[in-house]
């Protein structure tokens, strides 16, 4: 009789240890919205989820972007809870463009443009335990084109000064493969746990 409410209690023990464990969450939940880029189809979401695909000291959890549009602090909160998560990484991409900067070389003569493939937007990284967020990051990637010059006449507005299709999609793909290595940098210190050393 002993031994069997010795199992018993054994067990119950187990199931508790599971329960608690599985309540407290130890996986980091990566969210991220992008915003139409007027250039090209934005695959930033995808490359980032290739690179987190390679993490394997925590859980990565990636819930549709579509279950979390338009969600509040309090609603991300509790929905990194229901996926078991202790950390949240919401990133939001405000901006993926192309930009000239204009710069005169001889007045009134000749000018010579700058042209930038410019990603930005914010990444907060939150406890879900605390319900608190724990940083709040600027993000603000860049690639340089080509340079384009204009001669006599000074007009910023000119399509001629934009760089050719082909290089506009190979630049922002280049700038979206700067942008998932940096983002998945961040991430990775998180999975390893070194990311909050001294912040607690």
Known sequence: MFRVKSISAYIFLITLFICLQA??????????????????????????????????TAPIIRPAAESLKSADFKELVNRGRQFGGRFLVDIIIDKIDLVKRKITVIPLTIYRYQIFAVLDGTMR???????????????????????QWQ?????????????????????????????????FDEI????????????E
Not at 129 to 145: F, G, L, Q, V
Not at 151 to 167: G, H, K, Q, R, V
Not at 188 to 199: D, R, S, T, V
């Open 23 to 56: 309540k407290a969450g130890n996986g980091v939940m990566v969210t991220i919205s992008t915003p139409d880029c007027p250039y090209h189809d934005s695959k930033l979401s995808e490359k980032l989820d290739l690179l987190l695909s390679t993490i394997t």
């Open 125 to 147: 990284i939150i406890d879900i335990d605390k319900s608190r967020i724990i940083t709040m990051d600027k993000i603000d990637y860049n690639i340089k084109a080509s340079d």
């Open 151 to 183: 001669f006599i006449d000074d007009d910023s507005n000119d399509p001629a000064l934009m760089i050719p299709s082909d290089e506009k999609i190979t630049i922002l793909s280049r700038l979206e493969d700067k942008a998932a290595a940096g983002l």
């Open 188 to 199: 990775l210190k998180l999975a390893k746990g070194n990311h909050f050393k001294g912040k």
